[in-house]
């Protein structure tokens, strides 16, 4: 059985293969798909052997082998590969095609790159040998389903790769990759039920649907009861997020290449798919977002108005809004000027407040995101507000709810837990929370700014009461020390006490 560790250790003695051939940031595009069809070939493998002990036609083993989730063919498995010594990367390249070919749902999976022709990386004759090696090496790693030491295994060293390589080459931070504690912060606090439809419109490298994956797990749902989607416009990243899911066991996924706000890919009909849940880490402030259209939207999402040139943020806001079915609620990571600037974006903000469909406004502290360390907030919308929370916003000042762990600031468990009970109560609490009526934002020129809502907690003086007795005996004991030397100096004086 191969444990979690153990597969770490092997992925990253397969970076030290590539190390001084690549650049960090590109380890990932042999690394992953290396990794994702080992795993396939292997779990073939173990399938048909099992048929093969049932049954003795040949024949009857191939019919049924065909009714795999994922076929693979004779070039694309692992013991085929590892007959050659020479053309290694063109073995590579038929084995891509032919799996995709069988597995329609693969589709650019591993085609996308080009093994024969990623040679400029190498010194001459070398391109073949670190195939070779890392051919070699994977062979050692059984990654069948029955070899792994824990179900989640494979998706766990699949984020590892992520945020160890691609992470610390600063690609994926910041416009790709979301912290996991945000991203936990944010499934929790719209929650996931059966039958659900979910979306990320900026899915990056999947770690939101993934994380949505794993809260329905805990919550004890199968994740084959809920559908998860995402849009994501760079090819790699794209890759990397269908490769991240599918290694996480979420099967069930739609995950279309495009730029969403010029492009939408998830669509039926000629209309935007509705979600129940849709949950974001949108770009802060995207340049050129695609308004070059004078506002004509085939989906009709600019409703609230058309965002300036040079900012977009808006434009992702009600793509969001236009794709949420009438009971769904959606969470937004945005900048603060998403709070407060007027112009075109003042009038949209205005609009989408008169028709009631701001939640709760989330303070975060500074520094919890990769690439910025401005501090960022969480809009949380919702087409069926409770009776409770018409007409109101709940603010929540959490930007003191974090650890700082090195050069990055972190939520923590309690963080999250803090947090998202403040959300469920819609309450007010003194320096931290506050419900306030739309009349008093309206009366706010409709600004969202958390510090004009929410004071600082008023400093009371604390008692502490254990500290004060100790005070109290010490100068008790002071007293009647200074008490009997004065008495001493008066008896050396004469006078009789």
């Known amino acids: 059985m191969i444990t979690l560790q153990e597969l770490e250790r092997g992925l990253w003695i397969a970076a030290d293969i590539l190390r001084g051939h690549f650049s960090v940031s590109d380890y990932n595009k042999y690394l992953l798909r290396l990794l994702f069809l080992k795993h396939l070939s292997d779990v073939f493998k173990e399938n048909s052997e099992e048929i093969e002990q049932e049954i003795d036609n040949q024949d009857l083993v191939w019919n049924r082998q065909k009714d795999f989730y994922v076929f693979v063919p004779e070039c694309s498995r692992w013991s085929y590969l590892q007959r050659f010594d020479r053309n290694i990367g063109n ?17 650019r999976i591993f085609t ?20 070779r090696q890392l051919i070699e090496h994977f062979s050692h790693l059984n990654l069948g389903y029955s070899n792994l030491d824990e179900p989640d295994i494979l998706g766990k060293a699949c984020e590892y790769l992520i945020e160890k390589f691609a992470g610390d080459s600063g690609k994926y931070r910041g416009e790709f990759y979301t912290p996991n504690k945000i991203a936990e912060l944010l499934v929790n606090l719209l929650g996931v039920e059966k039958g659900m439809k979910i979306c990320d419109p900026v899915c990056g490298v999947g770690g939101f649907l993934v994380t949505s994956a794993n809260y329905i797990k805990q919550v004890g749902l199968n994740i084959e ?25 979420v099967f069930n996924c739609d995950i279309r290449l495009g730029d969403t706000l010029r492009d939408p890919q998830l669509f039926q009909d000629r209309e935007l798919i509705l979600f129940d849940r849709v949950i974001a880490d949108p770009p802060f402030s995207p340049k050129n977002w695609g308004d070059e259209r004078d506002g004509f939207d085939p989906y009709y999402r600019f409703r609230y108005g058309v965002p300036p040139k040079n900012n977009g943020d808006f434009a992702f806001i009600q793509h969001i809004l236009a794709t949420l079915g009438k009971t769904g609620k959606a969470a937004i990571i945005v900048a603060n000027g998403v709070l407060f600037r007027g112009g075109k974006e003042g009038l949209i903000r205005e609009r989408i407040l008169e028709e009631d469909l701001i939640e709760t406004v989330i ?65 007010d609490e003194e320096g931290y929370a506050r419900v306030v009526s739309l009349e008093e934002i309206a009366h706010n020129d409709y600004i969202l700014n958390i510090n004009r809502y929410v004071l600082p907690p008023t400093e009371k003086d604390k008692i502490d009461i254990e500290a004060e007795i100790i005070k109290l005996r010490e100068l008790e004991a002071a007293r009647a020390k200074a008490e009997n030397d004065m008495n001493g100096y008066l008896r050396e004086l004469g006078v009789n006490l």
């Not at 073995?91 to 589709?107: H, Q, T």
């Not at 024969?116 to 195939?131: K, P, R, V």
């Not at 990243?237 to 269908?242: D, P, R």
């Open 91 to 107: 073995a590579l390249n038929i084995a891509s095609k032919d799996i995709e070919y069988k597995n329609p749902r693969l589709e």
């Open 112 to 131: 996308s790159i080009d093994f024969e022709n990623q040679h400029n990386y190498f010194a001459s004759g070398q391109h073949d040998t670190i195939l």
């Open 225 to 249: 009861d809920v559908s998860f989607y995402g849009q994501e416009k760079d090819l790699e990243t794209w890759v990397i997020a269908k490769i991240n899911l599918l290694l996480h066991g």
């Open 363 to 427: 303070s975060l502290a500074p520094n919890l995101l990769y690439g910025t360390g401005i501090p960022a907030n969480i809009l949380i919308f919702n087409r069926s507000k409770p009776e409770k929370c018409k007409n109101k916003i709940l603010f929540i000042d959490a930007s003191s709810k974090y650890q700082k762990i090195g050069n990055q600031n972190s939520l923590q468990l309690e963080d999250i837990t803090y947090i998202v009970t403040s959300y469920q109560a819609f309450t």
